[in-house]
């Protein structure tokens, strides 16, 4: 290895403490990352099945309003059992 490549090996290698809060802070920006995802996900899903159903049945804002709300409740749902706050209904009995 020629004393370059020795050099910039050195300069860019992190310490251990160093790679440690890094891996860190990515951790925990991709779980921040998936529960406000599933949040979004959630809320667009729902008021997707309502806009179908009011250009189906004619019910016009009323299919949009009611699923809209069913799914922000099933996106903190989803969100509180990914993040553990919620446990599952398997662990619970």
């Not at 059992?81 to 619970?92: D, H, I, L, N, Y």
């Amino acid at each position: 290895m020629s004393k370059i490549e020795g050099g910039r090996k050195i300069g860019t290698d992190l310490s251990g403490d160093e790679q440690d809060t890094a891996q860190a802070k990515a951790s925990a920006m991709a779980i921040g990352l998936r529960l406000s995802s599933e949040l979004v996900a959630g809320i667009l899903g729902g008021a997707a099945l309502g806009w179908g159903f009011d250009r189906l049945l004619s019910t016009s804002p009323w299919g949009l309003i009611v699923f809209s709300l069913l799914g922000f409740t099933a996106g903190v749902i989803n969100v509180m059992r990914a993040a553990g706050v919620m446990a599952k209904q398997s662990e619970r009995l």
